[in-house]
């Protein structure tokens, strides 16, 4: 490598381009490297720490900082990077992810702009050469070529899948599911999520490889960065949801994942779970390293206009000027910037381009919980309301209350899991120094409460899918079961929770055969129950998981249409085949059901007319509301007898949207709040189906609240036959030149004023004087 150039050192996996990096940089006198891991930056930092002394090494990542005064080399997170720093060497790895919907912008962006004064390497696929090449005149270009080969091993069951393996899964419950059935079949085996901590991660690998389990079942987190002894790598599935939409797995992403079998010398293999197959160019192109180039990539303007908030906003979806480049719009940060921005009390606490810049970096925090929910925007509106007041700074006694809710390790894994998120956001919070007066203490306790966190869900993890040493009488002591609850011998072994046995302790293999055994009886009486079960026997929750008698037994997932989400069996390890199926079909004909009870007189009555069936298709389409603008032409084209037609359907057709007045009762909101929010993949909002309010805060997608029947207006989501009342009485009002917004419509809105101000605003009013509008 010759000095003063750029290089693009690109391969597949188990190339050693990392590690070939790192040993360049080690002969520079500065550097900074950026990886796409917190956990791939704490390593690449041990390693450089080992080399030149802890005194010369910084690690900066979003959530802990080190960085000794006289520090010479930097160990970042992508997103961390110092970019004001000058140094000799910069390297960034993995640069094939500036093709990634989210964090794509951040990789480009030190493509383009991110250099050493000597030297600068970019990591990568070989499917980033010509884009590269493309982007970055006089590039030079190296080869890395793997270490090991890689072969495709054929379709196994689980049972056959081999000692030394990843099963790999691309949601949570499924790495659940494959997990417990390891545990049932060969004791046990170890986890990895991406939602994990980089402590329980670690503690999850070690599990693996100090040889205690065989098996590992990851999602595709396992596809950067993490080195583990593995002889194969074994797909359940070739879809995954991208925060977007279920997709196909791209070959060069399959071969990410499968590129992890096989380590140094040591041969790989990969394959699938019976009965997915692989089809034959696609294990041609793993097996080779051929894979599309990548032609475009996500970029976001790095020059932002902090003289105001519309300013920021609008420099945020400028769009880019290469063709290669995708500009991106919509992301959490500027969506959060964009809600606060409609806040009522938070664009006056904005004084100057310094605020405007302030609240862009709390803007920035991240949700580690992916979900960017109502919490998280109140948490965001929280810290700018402390920040951008008098004191800018975050009251001691107010971090203090909200840290020490987090300090609890007991619960189940999604809670754990939860904690931990949210602990990973307030350590992300306290490493901003000029957000708290004792940042170091906030530190470390955040520090000491995530470690423990992380402990007690490892052990949660262990405790579920891995089979304990100890010796208990499996095979002499009585097994009864009494109600739900399984005893062996005087022990309560576990329970019953629909058709899963969720055992007290861990239990050897041969316990799951004699309850398997003891309970094939009561079993057979349970699938029975549920193909005889009332609708009201089933539910859902917070995950869109389907209870039957408070036990998981399937959950929902997102199909073709909003209308129609998919049943995916959940937990039923102790059925047959059979079994599983009439309990599927029995949860399918409970969704078919709820979702014909609301849309059904709809369905009914389009055999009318071709534009009274046109409307009536759009109003099932938008689950009873469809808004009026998009309609327009064929609402002004109804006969009179058309519109007497629609209204003896019970449709109204209002000023602002036609909707059907029962389907905005709450039991028919739930039911479409539900169906939105599995088609695209979000917990539902509680809230807003609650009887009692007509208007809400309109925080979350649009489109979530067209779903139940509202329409937004200012900084209000107000129900589609409420907003007809009282845009109607504005009207009348504003018939009379000035008016005060009526005391009806303060009492049908019940918000706060300047919601109200804002909301009556959006219906084309100006404020005039005191309390006063008029039309615009």
């Not at 369905?603 to 327009?632: N, Q």
Request: one cysteine or more; proline letters at 5%.
């Amino acid at each position: 490598m010759n000095p003063s150039r750029v290089t693009a050192l690109l391969g597949p996996t188990n190339t050693g381009k990392t590690y070939r990096a790192i040993e360049r940089m080690l002969t520079h006198p500065s550097g900074m490297f950026g990886l796409p891991l917190r956990l791939l930056a704490r390593e690449v930092y041990d390693k450089v720490v080992a080399a030149k002394g802890r005194d010369r090494v910084a690690l900066v990542t979003g959530e802990e900082k080190i960085v000794p005064s006289g520090a010479r080399y930097f160990v970042c997170t992508v997103e961390a990077m110092p970019l004001d720093r000058r140094v000799a060497f910069v390297a960034v790895d993995e640069v094939q992810l500036a093709g990634d919907r989210q964090r794509g912008h951040v990789f480009t962006d030190r493509i383009l702009h991110c250099r050493g004064l000597v030297e600068t390497i970019f990591l990568g696929s070989d499917s980033m050469e010509w884009l590269l090449t493309e982007l970055i005149p006089d590039l030079r270009v190296e080869r890395a070529d793997r270490m090991s080969s890689l072969r495709m091993a054929g379709p196994h069951r689980l049972s056959a899948v081999p000692a030394r393996s990843a099963v790999v899964a691309f949601s949570a419950a499924r790495v659940y599911e494959l997990a417990e059935r390891l545990k049932a079949i060969h004791g046990g085996a170890a986890v990895v999520l991406g939602a994990l901590s980089p402590r329980t991660r670690n503690a999850q690998v070690e599990l693996y490889q100090s040889g205690e389990v065989k098996h590992l079942v990851a999602t595709d987190a396992i596809g950067m960065g993490l080195n583990l002894d593995l002889h194969h790598v074994c797909f359940s599935a070739l879809r995954k949801y991208d925060g977007r939409k279920n997709r196909d797995l791209s070959p060069a992403e399959v071969a990410q994942i499968a590129g992890r079998a096989g380590r140094y010398k040591t041969p790989g293999s990969f394959g699938t779970l019976r009965p997915i197959e692989l089809s034959a160019e696609l294990v041609r192109a793993v097996e080779g390293h051929r894979f599309a180039s990548v032609r475009r990539v996500f970029w976001r303007n790095r020059h932002l206009d902090f003289s105001g908030i519309d300013g920021l906003l609008a420099s945020l979806e400028r769009a880019p000027g290469h063709s290669a480049l995708i500009g991106i719009r919509g992301e959490d940060d500027s969506h959060a910037l964009a809600t606060l921005a409609r806040h009522p009390s938070i664009p006056a606490l904005l004084d100057g381009p310094d605020s405007v810049r302030r609240l862009w970096e709390v803007c920035q925090v991240p949700d580690f919980r992916k979900t960017l929910t109502e919490s998280h925007v109140h948490l965001l509106t929280e810290l700018a309301t402390h920040l951008l007041g008098p004191q800018a700074v975050l009251p001691e006694d107010w971090v203090a209350a909200r840290i020490a809710r987090l300090d609890q390790t007991g619960g189940e894994l999604d809670t754990l899991m939860g904690r931990i998120a949210w602990i990973r956001t307030w350590t992300y919070i306290t490493y901003r120094r000029d957000w708290v007066a004792d940042p170091g203490h906030w530190q470390e306790r955040t520090r000491a409460i995530e470690d423990r966190l992380s402990d007690a869900l490892h052990q949660a993890l262990v405790a579920r899918f891995v089979e304990s040493r100890a010796s208990w009488e499996v095979d002499t002591a009585p097994l009864r079961l009494d109600g739900p609850d399984v005893w062996l011998g005087e022990r309560l072994a576990g329970r019953l929770e629909g058709f899963e046995f969720i055992g007290s302790g861990a239990l050897l293999p041969a316990m799951m055969g004699r309850v398997r055994m003891a309970l094939s009886a009561g079993i057979t009486e349970r699938v029975d129950a549920v193909e005889g079960a009332e609708s009201s026997e089933f539910s859902l929750d917070s995950e869109h998981r389907v209870l039957w008698r408070g036990g998981v037994i399937a959950r929902l997932v997102a199909g073709p249409d909003l209308r129609e989400p998919q049943v995916v069996p959940l937990r039923l390890a102790l059925l047959s085949g059979p079994q599983k199926n009439r309990v599927i079909a029995r949860v399918e004909r409970w969704v078919q059901g709820t979702v014909a009870t609301l849309l059904d007189p709809i369905r009914r009555h389009r055999t009318g007319p071709g534009v009274v069936r046109g409307l009536l298709y759009r109003l099932e389409a938008g689950l009873g509301t469809v808004e009026r603008s998009v309609v327009e032409a064929e609402v002004l084209g109804l006969s009179e007898e058309q519109r007497k037609q629609l209204a003896r359907y019970g449709v109204r057709v209002g000023q602002h949207s036609l909707f059907i007045p029962r389907l905005l009762k709450p039991d028919k909101v739930r039911v479409r709040a539900r169906l939105y929010s599995v088609f695209h993949g979000i917990r539902p909002n509680i809230r807003a189906p609650d009887p009692s309010r007509s208007a809400v805060r309109a925080d979350g997608p649009a489109g979530f609240w067209a779903a139940i029947g509202s329409v937004v207006a200012g900084e209000l989501a107000v129900r589609a036959d409420v907003h007809e009342m009282v845009a109607a009485e504005l009207r009348r009002a504003g018939r009379r030149g000035a008016f005060r917004v009526p005391a009806s419509v303060r009492d049908r809105l019940a918000c706060d004023p300047g919601a109200l101000h804002g909301y009556v605003e959006s219906l084309g009013y100006r404020l005039v004087g005191e309390s006063l509008y008029r039309a615009s």
